[in-house]
């Protein structure tokens, strides 16, 4: 490993015993061997640390550190990036694997492309196009309010450059939906990368804080969040768009009340109506069938066509085009 690594990996671990070890040995088995693996535990209570710090007596690479309090998941993640060293960051969950092509497939893929500020990838693929794919800050927010989503990632699914996530001064720590709110201000003033699916896979187990109920009203409260972001001087989308956008949001919001209501959960139910922020008269202007296209935020050519990515493309391509 160099003085300064190609990549951080960074690991915030909260009482994952179980999961921990795999965790780690999935990061060492990594086809790309420049990184450093950070491990920050949030004053565990049960052997997580004692195991994070066998793999760092046996391999230089794993350097850990420990919280005096616990700092909860998004303190945590700050905490992590600010202790890196590389130049680029990538989270991985401590209960979560990533497969040994990853961090290669991330590095080259911001290498081939200086305009991306973060790269994001997911369990599935990204409707639209071929990956990897440039999304300018319009098309990110058109794919997400217009399509079928960009935002849901979580920040298992990003390898930043360490300058752009420092320039975003990290997360705002609004609890479960923090991810959400971040990627809205990363996306609103650089441009993203899309990379194909199958790079780790997100384990999904009972001890997860966003199954609990606190979650649920964390991401109740994410709505009012959003409609303000739908109406701040950093939203890139032109009018048109930001209309139907506001539209589609309204909708949403108004079907999680109602599946709230009828699961019985009147108490969600009014605290995601108190926090959506839309007066009566904006309910009575935008509460409309949504207008969402698989095609939304998909980058194309003059013709209408695909965009074919550059590393898709014979060195011949250009001769026999």
Not at 291 to 301: D, V
Request: glycine share 6%; net charge neutral; with cysteine.
């Amino acid at each position: 490993m160099s003085v300064q690594p190609a990549v951080s990996v960074l690991m915030t671990a909260y009482n994952r015993e179980q999961y921990v070890g795999a965790a780690i040995e999935s990061v060492l088995a990594q086809t790309w061997s420049d990184f450093e693996l950070v491990i920050v535990d949030d004053a565990s209570r049960d052997r997580t640390l004692a195991i994070a710090r066998a793999y760092e007596a046996r391999d230089p690479r794993v350097r850990v550190f420990v919280n005096g309090e616990n700092l909860g998941d998004y303190g945590n993640r700050n905490r992590a990036a600010a202790l890196a060293r590389g130049r680029y960051l990538r989270y991985h969950d401590s209960d979560d694997l990533m497969y040994p092509h990853c961090l290669d497939t991330m590095v080259r893929a911001l290498e081939s492309e200086p305009r991306a500020g973060f790269a994001l990838s997911r369990a599935s693929a990204w409707p639209g196009g071929p990956c990897p794919m440039l999304l300018t800050p319009r098309l990110a927010y058109e794919r997400e309010f217009l399509g079928h989503g960009l935002f849901m990632c979580g920040p298992s699914c990003a390898m930043f450059r360490a300058e752009t996530f420092r320039a975003l001064g990290g997360f705002d720590d609004i609890g479960v939906a923090s991810d959400y709110l971040f990627w809205m201000k990363a996306c609103a003033r650089y441009p993203v990368l899309l990379l194909h699916a199958d790079l780790f896979w997100y384990r999904e187990h009972p001890g997860q804080e966003l199954r609990s109920a606190r979650a649920a009203r964390q991401y109740a409260e994410l709505s009012g969040h959003v409609w303000r972001a739908l109406h701040g001087p950093e939203c890139p989308l032109e009018p048109e768009a930001l209309e139907i956008a506001r539209r589609n949001h309204a909708f949403a919001t108004a079907r999680q009340i109602a599946n709230d209501l009828r699961r019985g959960e009147v108490g969600l139910a009014v605290h995601r109506l108190r926090h959506a922020r839309l007066g009566v008269a904006e309910w009575v202007r935008y509460l409309r069938p949504p207008r969402r296209s698989r095609l939304a935020g998909t980058p194309l050519a003059a013709t209408g066509e695909y965009l074919v990515p550059e590393s898709m493309r014979s060195p011949e391509a250009e001769r026999v085009s």
